[in-house]
């Protein structure tokens, strides 16, 4: 027998798995249920955590996320009626999704089970839905498990879960700041519906740090606090819409604030400041919301707005960035998006990347800056871009022809006999100096041979806009196509 098979289980003495109570009828001990949460169920409350003591406990408790607890949504009802479903609840830190699994956990009659999957692995998850099935044949009652950052179980560990939830042998309610559709296996998606958390909004924090404030039982009610109008403005907007990271920064200041001769403990804005200083910025440089800040860079770019680009450059850069990856997709952008209608931009965005990795950061950042500006601000083309997905798909779709025989060079006697070369027009001397008499900038539109394969030769990838120094190329291509173009009347 292995240890985990020594192991006892997780819900206990097993004799409470007899029939005698039944499940519409018996209420589950208040012991399975996360009280606040499952790491705090046996701590006295007055030393939990303000954010933990101030948990909502009933679903009319729960602030935002109206687009999912109003009344009349189904997923409430759901809740409501005990007919919870699989779910996994994606959202950004604070926005709920413990808390939503905890009020779950007091309205239900399932048995609830909460696992971190931080510290669960597969030998835990089998204890689990064994006993489910235990429960759920001795007395028809369902056992609901809580996965807390499901994303962080491996596809092994996902796939464990699979089959049970599938036959129902538990209800899985997973919680995740990552997407789901990257981070949980598409068979486990299938057979849970996602419900998206928003980020609290500034009057949601505030309405938490007001009942916090005068809550007695589980706040700060009883400590004489009084809190300006300003100070808590400034905490809800440092929370950045975590009601958590809030209720932490309020329980701090609220600690380090003096009492007056009749006890009461005052704080302004200045105080708080000093009490939580600078807060942690939402980014992850390996999860989703940096590709939600590079893309909105870019787009902003795009756009030609340089006030929302040096925003998204500086949030990326102070949540601890490499600049050298920022760089990179500027480089990429500049030919993306803008090519020849500003040649200087790939210049522009390759000085910017010396110059980081030659002074480094955070000197570096004003020449990204610059850079950024310097794309926001010029003319727009993605003829490059385009030009070139033609040019591969021709050469993925097409016949490989060989390269025309004027084309080749003849460094050998063998290759000359072969006609290696023969035929070739040396530009210089058919052009002879000459530019092009409507545009000097430009070479004359006349094309001395052809020099695509026989089958694309009439083919035009490369299709330039009407900004910036592409207008004159635009101009000049006109002219050489149109000369180039055969007389429909010519037999």
């Given amino acids: 027998m292995t240890n985990d098979e020594h192991q006892s289980s997780l819900f206990g003495d097993l004799e409470e798995f007899a029939p005698a109570s039944h499940p ?3 209420r589950p001990k208040a012991s399975s249920h996360m009280q606040g949460s499952a790491a705090s169920a046996d701590i006295p409350i007055s030393a939990r955590p303000l954010a933990d003591r101030m948990r909502p406990r009933t679903l009319d408790e729960i602030v935002g996320q109206a687009h999912l607890l109003a009344h009349g949504k189904a997923l409430r009802r759901s809740i409501e009626s005990d007919h919870v479903p699989s779910m996994i609840l994606w959202g950004p830190p604070g926005s709920g999704k413990t808390t939503l699994a905890s009020v779950i956990a007091l309205s239900t009659q399932a048995r609830f089970v909460p696992l971190s999957a931080v510290t669960a692995g597969v030998a835990d998850l089998r204890r689990v839905v064994e006993d489910a099935a235990k429960l759920l044949r001795a007395t028809e009652r369902r056992t609901i498990l809580f996965i807390d950052e499901i994303h962080r179980f491996n596809k092994a560990q996902q796939d464990a879960i699979l089959p049970h939830v599938e036959r129902g042998a538990v209800t899985l309610i997973g919680a995740t700041t990552e997407n789901p559709s990257f981070e949980v296996n598409a068979a486990l998606l299938s057979r849970s519906r996602v419900y998206t958390l928003h980020a609290l909004t500034d009057v949601d924090i505030l309405d938490l740090l007001r009942r916090a404030l005068t809550d007695n039982e589980r706040g700060l009610g009883a400590e004489h606090l009084t809190v ?5 403005a400034y905490l809800a907007g440092f929370a950045n819409g975590d009601a958590r990271a809030a209720l932490n920064a309020l329980e701090l200041a609220a600690s380090v604030a003096p009492a007056d001769a009749t006890g009461v403990r005052a704080f302004d804005l200045a105080a708080v400041e000093d009490a939580v ?3 942690a910025l939402l980014y992850d440089k390996g999860g989703e919301e940096h590709y939600n800040i590079i893309s909105a860079l870019h787009k902003s770019l795009r756009g030609s707005d340089p006030d929302a680009a040096l925003y998204w450059l500086a949030r990326m850069l102070e949540s601890g960035e490499d600049p050298l990856y920022v760089v990179r997709r500027l480089i990429r952008f500049a030919s993306e998006d803008i090519g020849m209608a500003d040649p200087q931009a790939l210049l522009v965005c390759v000085a910017a990347q010396q110059a980081v990795h030659f002074i ?3 000197e ?3 020449a ?5 500006v310097h794309l926001a601000t010029a003319p727009k083309s993605n003829a490059l871009y385009t030009a070139y997905a033609a040019v ?3 050469v993925r779709a097409t016949r490989n022809d060989p390269v025309p025989l004027q084309l080749r060079n003849a460094p050998t006697r063998l290759m000359k006999d072969l006609d290696y070369g023969k035929g070739y027009k040396y530009a210089h001397d058919d052009y002879a100096g000459q530019p092009d008499p409507a545009d000097p900038s430009r070479p004359p539109p006349e094309r001395p041979q052809d020099y695509l394969p026989e089958q694309l030769r009439e083919r035009a990838y490369y299709h330039p806009g009407a900004q910036g120094n592409e207008a004159s190329i635009q101009a000049w291509l006109a002219r050489r196509r149109r000369q180039h173009t055969p007389d ?4």
């Fill in 24 to 26: 519409t009828h018996a």
């Fill in 228 to 232: 300006t109008d300003d100070a808590l």
């Fill in 277 to 279: 200083q600078r807060r």
């Fill in 360 to 362: 480094g950061m955070p």
């Fill in 364 to 366: 570096g950042a004003l």
């Fill in 368 to 372: 990204l800056a610059q850079a950024v």
């Fill in 392 to 394: 591969v798909e021709d």
């Fill in 488 to 491: 429909p009347e010519t037999p």
